[in-house]
């Protein structure tokens, strides 16, 4: 990457300086009057005059800079001094991570000025990538007939396209690309206007709304110069063309993805014989392979990846021979994978992955595949049998294979692949000893490296630091690796070992000297002892530390207050002592604390609801923390899951609670702080917590920030249960057990309109079951056994589908209890019953657009990661740069 940059950045100054170099040449030549018209630097200067430049990349456009031909983004022609190249793309598109971190760094955005038309002999303007907020395109460029080059692409323009564009009959290139956030709104009526563009060969109108423009093919089809054209995401289908014979005779270059020609693709693209690059992906086509593919010949680039393609890859795909590229991934596709995938010796990039290919893959299928580098083929059922002296004749640089059958013995071809940079072997049924060579010689080198899901055994050694990697990661989670935890190398951003056997004390690794760059360790679910040393300061970049379910003793140390980014901390299920530190409150950034089942004293600190007000999880549960539940708790209105049950707690519960707005909230909010995601945008490590809800302990990962709880059972809280708790609206788990709760069941907790899990059991509650607790539709977990409760049961369909224990140790009557009641004292409450009716139904479509809302909510973000990832790939491949990328995802295995 770095060196792409350096390469167009040095073709750039070159170019810069030919120019200067030229202009000063003519100047002596005395061929025209300075080395920039007057009048055209006057038109500059008040094009820029209304333009908003955030990074002040136009600072060179000044009066004291004289000559405009030097300015950032002007070329002048050479012989008479008129500009003609106006290039301010966005200098943070070559980055490539534009999508990701915003066009507003450098974007350009304001109104253009028609002044631009002073620039009479214009050839190239080039504004893409800026950040113009919908601004319409000025139909006033039409009349910059010199234009051979307009590129506005992904520049933030909406609206309708002037079709006076048509009027541009010089035009080579035209990119009016759209955002492929579908956030563009540019949309054309009608393509008419297209066929004036006799000379056009490059046009790009991607994510450009042309559902009205229902003959766009045969508009297309009208420009017979056409060579590169680009229409992905148009909102295209396939009743809109009908076309048999085309007139594409030279076009190489055809992107058609992200539009919708279900049920199968348009003919008409079958009879292109021309084409070196098709992408076709994501367009909903189903059925085989399309047969007529097999005479596009010249095909480099083929994706026919994310659509319902079933049957197996046809053998004639060994046919390509020019093939660089084949995606087929995210399909139905079935059957083996043919060997004579093998003869493509000019493939550089496989892409199989999430499909239904079965059987044995051997050398055979990769004979004469000297150049690939890319090989994607996760989530398939293959397995590899090759002979353990295998030496491929490729080099990878990028392999994928999750959920592949590649064990039991570590592949051995793997020694060959000294430039792996991102290797995915996780869930591959390896059970064996990492060997020496592993560790030594390929290990260092990787930016994403996953072994997790195996049985790979046997210590793990130090890893030497990488030299010159960034972004490295690794996963070894989820095998039975023993010993003691190795050295990591510094530049280590992500480590998970987690779920293995790897034992004694931490402290090595902790206070190895160097300054990490470590900002998710994960550590759980191992044998790990000993106490934390005081060692943090080493690991300020650190936002999630995860030690749970080990052996751990002492106390947390003081230096846990560097960790000022640390987002989620979790000591679950470990033998911690003393009280909760008082540093923590500088980590200010935390939303997930879980400190259960350990034996920590003292209070529960007051300076957490002053200080940590982004928790959202706190969970003290299993300690033995004595002391009131502070009123300064009541502050954190982020807070939508509480848990301090099995502790010493005393005192009522504070009637402030109603302040813990989160919990008040009756709609889902998209509460992504609870996922964390470094590179690329895509999910790393799920946040989880171990939660009590219907009477049984769930895990709750993915679905985590839907959860809204409070459980305070088992504790010594006294006391009547405050009206206020009851205005939670958002509350779907109650739990307020064994505690010595006095008083009545207040009427109004019918207000929580969600609750699933309520649970008021071992307390000393009197009074009635209030009628009104018959509203709760959701409710599928209910219990008030061993209290002073009296009277009859209301009706209702949930309350007496539950257990009879669900009641016992009262003096209820009423089905499901046996005991028939002798006064019948229900009549009373029977009102009640009907508003709370009308109440319920209310909650219920609440809560169906909340679902709807909370869903797309979280789950969004992934698809758009997909669609961004895939993106970038295409921009890299695009470029021909040899980028080291590497893909993470969602772990599905296993
Ligand atoms: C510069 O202008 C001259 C005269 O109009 C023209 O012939 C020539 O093609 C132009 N050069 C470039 C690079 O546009
Ligand atoms: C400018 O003119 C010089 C010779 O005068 C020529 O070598 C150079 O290629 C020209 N540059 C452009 C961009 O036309
Ligand atoms: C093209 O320009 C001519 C005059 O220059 C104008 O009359 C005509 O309306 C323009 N056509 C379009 C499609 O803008
Ligand atoms: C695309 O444009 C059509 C007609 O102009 C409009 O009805 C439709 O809503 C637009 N689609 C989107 C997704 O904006
Ligand atoms: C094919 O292209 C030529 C030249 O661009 C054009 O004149 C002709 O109308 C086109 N034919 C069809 C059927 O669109
Ligand atoms: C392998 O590729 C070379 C050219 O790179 C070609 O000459 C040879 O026939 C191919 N062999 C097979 C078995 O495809
Ligand atoms: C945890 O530590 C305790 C006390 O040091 C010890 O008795 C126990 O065996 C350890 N458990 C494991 C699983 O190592
Ligand atoms: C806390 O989080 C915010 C928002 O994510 C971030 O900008 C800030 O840098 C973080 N603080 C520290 C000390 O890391
Ligand atoms: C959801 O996320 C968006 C964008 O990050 C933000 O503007 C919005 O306020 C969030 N909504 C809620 C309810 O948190």
Redesign the pocket.
């Known amino acids: 990457m770095d060196e792409c940059i350096i390469k167009a950045a040095s073709a750039f100054l070159l170019g810069l300086l030919i120019s200067v170099f030229s202009n000063r040449n003519s100047f002596c030549d005395g061929k025209f009057e300075g080395s920039c018209r007057e009048r055209e630097k006057h038109a500059l200067l008040k094009f820029k005059s209304d333009l908003i430049d955030p990074s002040g990349r136009l600072s060179s456009w000044g009066v004291d800079q004289k000559d405009c031909c030097v300015w950032v983004g002007v070329t002048c022609n050479n012989s008479t001094g008129h500009v003609h190249e106006l290039r301010l793309q966005n200098p943070d598109a070559e980055s490539g991570w534009l999508p990701y971190f915003g066009y507003e760094k450098s974007g350009l955005s304001g109104k253009i000025n028609p002044s631009l038309l002073v620039l009479k002999r214009l050839s190239h303007l080039d504004l893409s990538y800026n950040n113009f907020k919908g601004l319409q395109i000025p139909d006033f460029i039409s009349s910059l007939t010199h234009l051979r080059v307009l590129d506005l692409s992904e520049a933030g323009f909406g609206g309708l396209i002037p079709q006076q564009l048509g009027n541009l009959s010089s035009l080579v290139s035209l990119r009016l690309k759209g955002r492929d956030d579908y956030t563009s709104t540019l949309r054309v009526q009608d393509l008419q206007w297209l066929s004036n563009l006799r000379l056009l060969k490059h046009l790009d109108l991607s994510f450009v709304n042309l559902s009205n423009a229902s003959n766009w093919v045969e508009k297309v089809n009208m420009v017979g110069s056409i060579e590169e054209l680009y229409l992905a995401g148009c909102y295209l289908d396939s009743h809109t063309s009908l076309l048999t014979n085309n007139n594409f005779t030279s076009i190489s270059t055809l992107d058609l993805s992200h539009n919708n020609f279900e049920p199968s693709l348009p003919r008409w693209i079958l009879s292109i014989t021309t084409l070196d690059s098709l992408s076709l992906s994501q367009i909903g086509i189903s059925g085989p392979i399309p047969f007529g593919l097999r005479n596009m010949s010249n095909l480099q680039n083929l994706d026919l990846s994310s659509n319902l393609l079933d049957s197996s890859i046809p053998k004639w795909v060994g046919n390509f021979s020019s093939l660089i590229s084949l995606d087929l991934s995210n399909n139905q596709l079935n059957g083996s994978l043919p060997e004579s995938l093998g003869h493509l010796s000019m493939l550089e990039g496989l892409y199989i992955s999430s499909n239904f290919l079965e059987g044995i893959v051997s050398e055979a299928h990769f004979s004469n595949l000297t150049n690939m580098i890319y090989l994607y083929a996760s989530d398939n059922s293959l397995s590899m049998h090759v002979s353990p002296d295998w030496n491929p004749v490729f080099q990878l640089e990028q392999m994928e294979l999750r959920s592949w059958k590649l064990g039991p013995k570590f592949p051995s071809w793997l020694r060959s692949q000294n430039k792996l940079l991102d290797l995915d072997l996780s869930c591959g049924q390896i059970a064996d000893s990492v060997p020496y060579w592993f560790w030594d010689e390929l290990s260092s080198h990787f930016m994403y490296l996953n072994l997790s899901h195996n049985q790979l055994h046997g210590e793990i050694p130090n890893i030497a630091p990488t030299l010159g990697a960034i972004h490295s990661v690794m996963y070894l989670n989820s095998n039975k690796f023993s010993g003691s935890l190795p050295l990591f190398p510094p530049n280590l951003r992500e480590l998970d070992v987690s779920r293995n056997s790897i034992s004694g004390n931490i402290s090595r690794f902790l206070c190895d000297k160097q300054p990490h760059e470590l900002k998710i360790l994960h550590l759980g679910d191992n ?1 790990f ?1 000993g106490k934390i040393a005081n060692c943090w300061n080493n690991w300020l970049q650190l936002e999630v530390l995860m030690l749970g379910n080990n ?1 751990f ?1 002492g106390s947390i140390p003081i230096s846990i207050g560097h960790l000022q980014g640390l987002r989620s901390l979790h000591l679950r299920n470990n ?1 911690f002592t003393g009280v909760i530190p008082l540093s923590l409150q500088k980590c200010k950034n935390l939303t997930m604390i879980d400190l259960s089942i350990n034996n920590f004293i003292g209070n529960i600190p007051t300076w957490i609801g002053k200080m940590l007000t982004k928790v959202m999880v706190l969970i003290l549960r299993s300690n033995k923390i004595s002391s009131d539940i502070p009123h300064q708790l009541c502050e954190l209105v982020s807070l939508q899951i509480l848990d301090l049950s099995n502790n010493k707690l005393t005192g009522k519960i504070p009637k402030c609670i109603n302040k813990l707005s989160a919990m008040t909230r009756v709609k889902y909010s998209n509460h992504t702080a609870i996922s964390y995601a470094y590179y690329g945008g895509e999910i790393a490590i799920l946040e989880n917590a171990f939660l009590v809800t219907k009477g049984l302990e769930f895990q709750y990962d993915s679905i985590l920030s839907l959860m809204t709880l409070i459980d305070l059972s088992n504790n010594v809280l006294s006391g009547e249960i405050p009206e206020e708790l009851t205005s939670l609206k958002g509350l779907r788990a109650l739990n307020l057990s064994k505690n010595h709760l006095s008083g009545v069941i207040p009427k109004s907790i019918s207000n929580m309109g969600l609750v699933e899990s309520l649970d008021l059991s071992t307390n000393q509650l009197s009074g009635k079951i209030p009628a009104s607790i018959a509203s709760l539709s959701f409710l599928n977990y209910f219990n008030v056994s061993f209290n002073e409760l009296s009277g009859q049961i209301p009706t209702s369909t949930q309350l007496q589908s539950f257990d009879a224990s669900s009641y016992v140790g009262n003096k209820l009557c009423g089905p499901p209890l046996q005991n028939d009641c002798i006064d019948n004292t229900i009549e009373a409450d029977h009102q009640d019953d009907n508003d709370d009716a009308k109440e319920s139904e209310k909650f219920y479509i609440c809560m169906i657009i909340g679902f709807v809302v909370g869903f797309w909510g979280l789950i969004s973000p992934l698809l758009y990661s997909y669609s961004w990832r895939r993106t970038y790939f295409r921009f890299l491949d695009a470029n021909w740069c040899r980028v080291y990328v590497y893909v993470r995802r969602w772990f599905r295995c296993c």
């Open positions: 044998l002892s052996n003793t033998s």
